[in-house]
C-alpha cells in the first residue's frame, strides 16, 4: 500500500493550499483516513480524520474553522483544503491511513512540506 501525499508550497499568511493524498489499496472506503503534521522541533501531531463510514470528520483545535478534510472514495483520494494559513501552520504534513478494525495507523504518507512565510 502507498500514499503519496502532494500540494504542498510556500504562501503568504491568510493564503490557501489544497493538499492531496492518493491511496493505493483496494479497499479505500474501510480506511479512516487522516492528516498528521510535523513542525521543525516538534513532534508530530494530529491535524484531521475523516472516518470510512464518513460519519466523523474531526479537527485539532488549532486548525478547526480554517482546514476541511474531505474524501473521494471513487478516486482514493483524501484532501486537506487549508484557508487562512498562519506562520505556525509551518510544517510537513503526512496522511495516514488506519483500517476500521485497526488500533493504530497502519500506512504513512511521504509527507509534503507547507511553508507559511509572514
Known amino acids: 500500500v502507498q500514499l503519496q501525499a502532494s500540494g504542498g508550497g510556500l504562501v503568504q499568511a491568510g493564503g490557501s493550499l489544497q493538499l492531496s493524498c492518493a491511496a493505493s489499496?483496494?479497499?479505500?472506503?474501510?480506511?479512516?483516513m487522516a492528516w498528521f503534521r510535523q513542525a521543525p522541533g516538534k513532534e508530530r501531531e494530529f491535524v484531521a480524520v475523516?472516518?470510512?463510514?464518513?460519519?466523523?470528520?474531526s479537527y485539532a483545535d488549532s486548525v478547526k474553522e480554517r482546514f476541511t478534510i474531505s474524501r473521494d472514495n471513487n478516486k482514493n483520494t483524501v484532501y486537506l483544503q487549508m484557508n487562512g494559513l498562519k506562520p505556525e501552520d509551518t510544517a510537513v504534513y503526512y496522511c495516514?491511513?488506519?483500517?476500521?478494525?485497526?488500533?493504530?495507523?497502519?500506512?504513512w504518507g511521504q509527507g509534503t512540506l507547507v511553508t507559511v512565510s509572514s
Open positions: 489499496m483496494r479497499s479505500f472506503s474501510q480506511y479512516n
Open positions: 475523516f472516518t470510512y463510514r464518513g460519519r466523523i470528520r
Open positions: 495516514a491511513a488506519k483500517h476500521f478494525a485497526s488500533s493504530s495507523y497502519e500506512y
